[in-house]
């Protein structure tokens, strides 16, 4: 059965850092494209982050500079380091988790086969 939880969401003043976890079984983890994504009311689900299985990693320019995301495939775990954050950065955040590559672009969540069920991070101003 796979399971995938994610945690360290919270309330943060803007220009904060915030740094989240997900860890995901049931899935042979180190073979699969790992993205987080957000949506905030009203707004499509966008992705984020996102980093492959030979750890390649793409960013929407939205968080370029201030958001880094790494796993540790030996602890089945994914982590965003959120940095300089922003008011527009509230939203819930979710880790979603596909085989082989990954899969961007418009309506890319479309395409992941496992989802958290997500963790909420609001930037204050």
């Known amino acids: 059965q796979v399971q995938v939880v994610e945690s360290g969401g919270g309330l943060v003043q803007a220009g904060g850092s915030l740094r989240l976890s997900c860890a995901a079984s049931?899935?042979?983890?180190?073979?699969?494209?790992m993205v987080w994504f957000r949506q905030s009311p009203g707004k499509e689900r966008e992705g984020v982050a996102f980093i492959d299985s030979y750890g390649s990693i793409t960013y929407a320019d939205s968080v370029k500079g201030r958001f880094t995301i790494s796993r540790d495939n030996a602890k089945n775990t994914l982590y965003l380091q959120m940095s300089s954050l922003k008011p527009e950065d509230t939203a819930m955040y979710y880790c979603a988790a596909k085989p082989y590559g990954c899969s961007s672009g418009s309506n890319a969540w479309r395409f992941y086969n496992f989802w958290g069920q997500g963790t909420q991070v609001t930037v204050s101003s």
């Open positions: 049931g899935i042979t983890y180190f073979s699969y494209c």
